[in-house]
Structure formats: C-alpha cells, structure tokens
C-alpha cells in the first residue's frame, strides 16, 4: 500500500491545547526531527520558541526510519499530527534472507520482532523527509518558524543573570531562558563500517520485471521489507518503499555524501555468493540518489547540561544511534516530550536549571541502554546467518521496557523524587530501563570485549 505525499493530505480538526504562556524564552540549534518536536512541545507548554538550523532550507535527504510507540504516544497531545502520522506511515512486513537472497524467514508482522507479539503496540516506519515534512507543518501551524543558514559555533551561560545563549556564525549572540543543542557535532569515533542508503520512486525498480516479480504487493496490498543478513551486508528492499542499505566505505558521516550505484556494484561483486537479484535492485537506483554514509559511533555521554544547567544537549547531539538500533529519532521524540514535561513541572525561569538537571537524570539511562542496543545488534545481525539457524536471531528484539514507555507522564510521576535525589542524595531508582537493571557506566569496546570473553554485561537481565 503506497503512502500520500503529505501534502495532499487533508487535515483533522484541530483542538490544540496550550498552556498559558510563561514567559520562558527558549532557542534551538538544529532543526532536524529532536530539534522542531522540542520546539512543538517547548511551545505547548507555553514558552517563546526560536529555531536556528544551519543548513540554507528545509533538508529533504535521508530515507526512512522507525518510530517506536514510545514517541508516537507523544502526538496525544497533536491532534494534527496523530492524524497525519497515520496517513504517511508506511504498512508493511518484514521477512529476512541471506546474502545469496534465500528467505530464512517468511513476511511477517513488524511486531514479530517485539518481546511479545500479540501485544505488542505498532512499530511505525516512516519516510523521513514525510515525517520531517508534517513536524514543520505543525510548527506553521502554531507560528513558529525555523530561522536558516544560522550555524551555532559557540554557546555560552550566565549563571548570574540566569540565561544561555548562542554564537552564530559570523557573530551575532542570542540569549534566552535556556539553550538547547539540537545539532551540534560531538566526538565519535568509526565503527569501521558505513552503509549505503537512498529512497527513490518505487516505479523506477518495478522496470525490471525480474525486480518487480520479487517485490510484488501481497495479495492484501502490503509490501513486504526484505532484510538480508550476512557477514557483509544489513540490507532492505521493498517494492514501494525500496530501500537498499549494505555495510561497506569509507566516507564522512553525512546524509548528502553522493556517490554513483556502480560502486555498491563493485563491492557486491567482491561477496562471495551474492544474489543476483541485489544487483538488479541496485541497478535501478538513481545516479544522484545514492548516500554512502559512515557509521560513527560514540560512548555514551551522561552528562547533557552546561554547567549551570542553561545550555542542554538533546537528540542525536546527545546520543548518537547506530542504524541497528532504530532509536535515533524515537528518543529524540522522547527527549522532547520529557524536557516539556520537566520545564512545566518547574514552572518559572529560575528553575529552568532543576528542570533541565531532572530530564537528564530521567533520560540518561533509559538511553544508554538502548544504545548499547545498537552495538550489540549491529554485531548480531552482520555475522553470518547459517543454515537452519532461527533467523528471529539475528534481528533486532525490541522488548516492552521500549516500547511501553510515556516520558511525559514519567516526568510528572517521578520529577520530585528526581529533585530531591540531585539536591540532597534521597535514593532514586530510574525505572524505565529494563526491569531489575542496576545501571553500571560501559564504554563500547569495553561491551564487545566482555561479550567476546563470555562475560556479563549491561546486556544481560530481562531486557523483554
Ligand atoms: C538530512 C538528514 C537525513 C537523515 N536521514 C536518515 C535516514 O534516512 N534514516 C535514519 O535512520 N536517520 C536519518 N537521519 C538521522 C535521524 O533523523 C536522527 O538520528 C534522528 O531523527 C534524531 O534527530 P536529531 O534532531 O537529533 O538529529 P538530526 O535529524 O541529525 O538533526 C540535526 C539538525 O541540526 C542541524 N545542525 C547541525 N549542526 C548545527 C549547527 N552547528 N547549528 C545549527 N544547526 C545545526 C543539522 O543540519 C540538522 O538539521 C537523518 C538526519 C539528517 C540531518
């Protein structure tokens, strides 16, 4: 079943609600997804909201992502958005081959790859310029604008007069009530791996009927997501939502990082026993459309607040996400959601910092164990699946503690015993981390060499 573009979509009525304004002045580096749902939701609950991007517009590259209940929840209060994000999402199954393009595993329900299936709520799959498309609408909707070809070189805090700010490029300085850096690139180190990725109009692949007998629509409609797993390759291709991704390169981490589909052709043709029909796919993709994009990686950083907690990292500036994950932008929804939620609690400028100490304490686990997430699925789904091998295995296991999660009603539950725990060391106990888990600091290779020697590690506990 083919998506509408999200434009020609007709709105629902729109009973938005606001809280009363608070006077608070809010700016955000990086309109990407974390960066205008903290806007939205900075708004609605009552602040003045500036946004700066740097790119010259609006950025229409990438393919798709997924969007885990967890952030969807957080469109309840987006009467306007709840409606569209239905209308794009994409309604497809999974099934998962081998590198020779053997099915090792039948289509199924996306749910499949939830702790458990029968009640598992949906995963969403969404198209990320439609998704980025229907934020901005939103924001247009209540007023707000993002400012572009406005980089932040520099932030900055004033614990005395009890404001951040940021340094543009070529010099102009903002200050307001808080600072949040959407956009800003942090350290990481290469995974050694990179991944090709585009989107392109599904028509172009259907021209080569042996592509389009593959990928034929099942007889209820629904496209079907092939994910191949191998000691090379990570792969999905779908008809009406094709989507090739192969691990290889040695380029920037960047989404406009074009390169020609013959260089994906010279590395397949270097896999032993790679199908055919991969080619073919390969083969109908755009020359201009192809995006080789390295895999950085970064330890998990606990602390996302300036020293006076003025200037407060979210997104991907403060967590970085591996593919293998599919968190990156579910938490940067969350991340939104929860930093609201926690602005509204405090209620007025001067606890803007207890406001943005308490979210980072409610986040920062729950986070990093879901990166460690993608690390470990990312080794688990690039070694080779062997025969008879239950491909379930390989895939990506995403359990309840995920997906069950609200951060803003988390907020309002367990705000002041947050509090209390920073000002005066009450003991406080995140609970939206899997159950039982006493959280101890990891490091990535310190993860993968604990694995290798057989060894405990974050990973292990009841993470259904
Ligand atoms: C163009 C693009 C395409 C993507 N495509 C995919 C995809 O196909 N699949 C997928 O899984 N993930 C994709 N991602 C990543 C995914 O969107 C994010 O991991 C996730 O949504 C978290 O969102 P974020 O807002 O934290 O970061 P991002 O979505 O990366 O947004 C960050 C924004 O900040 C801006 N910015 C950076 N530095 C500065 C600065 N100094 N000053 C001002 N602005 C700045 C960037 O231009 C960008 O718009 C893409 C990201 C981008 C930017």
Redesign the pocket.
């Known amino acids: 079943m083919s998506s509408p573009n999200p434009a020609d979509i007709v709105a629902a009525p729109q009973v938005l609600k606001r809280s009363p304004p608070n006077g608070l002045s809010v700016l955000i580096?990086?309109?990407?997804?974390?960066?205008l749902m903290t806007a939205l939701e900075c708004w609605r609950v009552g602040c003045d909201v500036r946004i700066?991007?740097?790119?010259q517009g609006i950025?229409t590259?990438?393919?798709?992502?997924t969007i885990g209940a967890s952030a969807i929840d957080a469109f309840k209060n987006w009467p306007e958005l709840r409606h569209k994000n239905e209308a794009i999402a994409y309604h497809l199954m999974v099934s998962c081959c081998k590198h020779n393009g053997k099915q090792l595993m039948p289509p199924m329900e996306f749910s499949a790859l939830t702790s458990d299936p029968a009640n598992a709520p949906r995963i969403y799959r969404h198209s990320?310029p439609w998704f980025h498309a229907i934020l901005h609408d939103q924001l247009g909707k209540v007023g707000l604008s993002v400012e572009y070809g406005?980089?932040?070189?520099d932030f900055f805090e004033d614990e005395q007069a009890g404001c951040g700010g940021v340094v543009l490029q070529n010099g102009p300085r903002h200050e307001a009530d808080l600072n949040l850096v959407?956009?800003?690139?942090v350290p990481a180190v290469s995974s050694g791996d990179a991944i090709f990725?585009t989107a392109y109009p599904v028509e172009l692949a259907l021209k080569d009927p042996v592509v389009a007998d593959r990928f034929q629509l099942r007889g209820d409609g629904r496209s079907v997501v092939e994910l191949w797993v191998g000691a090379f390759t990570l792969g999905y291709s779908a008809i009406r939502y094709p989507d090739v991704t192969q691990d290889t390169g040695t380029i920037e981490e960047s989404?406009?990082h074009r390169v020609h589909p013959d260089e994906v052709l010279k590395f397949t043709s270097t896999i032993p026993g790679w199908s055919d029909i991969g080619d073919r796919v390969i083969k109908t993709i755009p020359h201009d459309q192809l995006v080789d994009w390295k895999l950085m990686w970064r330890d998990p950083q606990p602390q996302w607040t300036s020293p006076a907690a003025r200037v407060v990292q979210?997104?991907?500036?403060a967590h970085t996400?591996l593919?293998s994950s599919g968190k990156?932008?579910t938490q940067?929804i969350e991340d939104a959601a929860s930093l609201a939620a926690c602005i509204l609690i405090a209620g007025d400028r001067q606890s803007v910092p207890n406001a943005t100490r308490v979210h980072n304490l409610l986040r920062f686990e729950r986070v990093s164990c879901l990166q460690a997430f993608g690390v470990v699925n990312r080794s688990k789904a690039s070694t080779k699946a062997k025969d008879g091998e239950d491909p379930k295995k390989k895939l990506v296991r995403v359990g309840k503690w995920m997906l069950e999660h609200d951060p803003e009603r988390y907020a309002w539950e367990n705000y002041h015993q947050a509090l209390a725990h920073l000002e005066h060391g009450t003991p406080f106990q995140n609970t939206n981390t899997p159950k039982g888990l006493v959280y101890k600091p990891w490091t990535i290779e310190g993860l993968l060499e604990a694995q290798g020697r057989g060894e405990a590690t974050i990973l292990d506990g009841d993470w259904n």
């Open positions: 580096s990086g309109a990407g997804v974390g960066g700066f991007e740097r790119s950025v590259t990438g393919d798709s992502f990320r406005m980089e932040a070189v959407a956009g800003m690139p990725r989404w406009a979210l997104g991907d500036a996400f593919p990156g932008a940067a």
